[in-house]
C-alpha cells in the first residue's frame, strides 16, 4: 500500500479537540500507548499517533476506493448522525445513522428482503399507487415506509457486503463492528480512550463525543475515498 500525503495537521486537531479523552476513571488500559497526558481528571490523547492511523486509514480507503470498492459508514449517536449522513453524501457511501439492527450484515438475506420490500414500497409511493389504497392501509403502508426509510435509508442501494466499514464509536457500535469481525470485514474505527484498539483493522485515537472531532476524522477519510475513486474512473 502506498502511502501518500493527507494534510494531516496537528493544529486543526487541537482546534477540533481531537485530543480530549474521557475522563480518568473510564479508560480502557490497552489504551495506555495512545495516551500523552492527564489534564483535569481526562486523559488526553497523544495526536501524534492519532495523526499516523489516520493516515493509514486514508491511505487504506484511498486504495479500495481507487479498485472500486465499497464503503458503509456506521454511527448512529446524536453526535455523529449528521456527519455520517454529510460523509456517506459527500463520498457516494452507504451508511447506518440511526439504529444498528442486529444481523444487518451477518444475516444479510433477510436484510436484502427488507431492501427489496423497501424498494417496492418506495416505487408504489413514485407511481401513486398508494393513493389508490383505502385509507387505512394507505397509512399502514405509509408507517411501514417511513420506518424502512429511517433504519435502511442509508443503505438503500446497497446490493451485497461493503468490503470496508468505517465506525464511529466503538462502545455504541459494538454489535457492528463484532459482525464485521465475523464476517472478515476490514474495519476502520474511531476509538476514544475508554475503547479496545486491537479489535478493528485500523484504529483511529480521537474525541468521538465531540462533533467538530468526528467530522474532522470524517472528512480526511472521504477526501481519500473521493480522491481514489476519481482514480478508478481514470483508469476505467
Known amino acids: 500500500m502506498t502511502r501518500r500525503y493527507w494534510n494531516i495537521n496537528l493544529e486543526e486537531m487541537l482546534e477540533a479537540g481531537v485530543h480530549f479523552g474521557h475522563g480518568t476513571r473510564k479508560w480502557n488500559p490497552k489504551m495506555a500507548p495512545y495516551i500523552s497526558a492527564k489534564r483535569k481528571g481526562i486523559h488526553i490523547t497523544n495526536l501524534t499517533r492519532t495523526a499516523r492511523f489516520l493516515s493509514e486509514a486514508c491511505d487504506l480507503v484511498f486504495d479500495s476506493a481507487s479498485r472500486g470498492k465499497q464503503f458503509l459508514i456506521v454511527g448512529t449517536k446524536n453526535k455523529a448522525a449528521d456527519s455520517v449522513a454529510w460523509a456517506a453524501i459527500k463520498a457516494r457511501c ?5 439504529k444498528w439492527l442486529g444481523g444487518m450484515l451477518t444475516n444479510w438475506s ?15 409511493q413514485k407511481t401513486g399507487r398508494l393513493n389508490r389504497l383505502p385509507k387505512r392501509d394507505a397509512a399502514v403502508v405509509k408507517r411501514q415506509l417511513s420506518r424502512l426509510q429511517t433504519y435502511l435509508g442509508g443503505i438503500k442501494y446497497m446490493t451485497g457486503l461493503p468490503d470496508i466499514v468505517i465506525i464511529v464509536d466503538q462502545h455504541e457500535e459494538y454489535t457492528a463492528l463484532r459482525e464485521c469481525i465475523t464476517l472478515g470485514i476490514p474495519t476502520i474505527c474511531l476509538i476514544d480512550t475508554n475503547c479496545d484498539p486491537d479489535l478493528a483493522d485500523i484504529s483511529i485515537p480521537a474525541n468521538d463525543d465531540a462533533i467538530s472531532s468526528i467530522r474532522l476524522i470524517l472528512n480526511k477519510l472521504v477526501f481519500a475515498i473521493c480522491e481514489g475513486r476519481s482514480s478508478y474512473i481514470r483508469n476505467l
Do not use: A, G, P, S
Request: include cysteine; aromatic fraction near 4%.
Open 94 to 98: 452507504h451508511c447506518v445513522n440511526k
Open 110 to 124: 433477510t436484510t436484502e428482503t427488507r431492501l427489496h420490500k423497501f424498494r417496492d414500497l418506495r416505487m408504489e
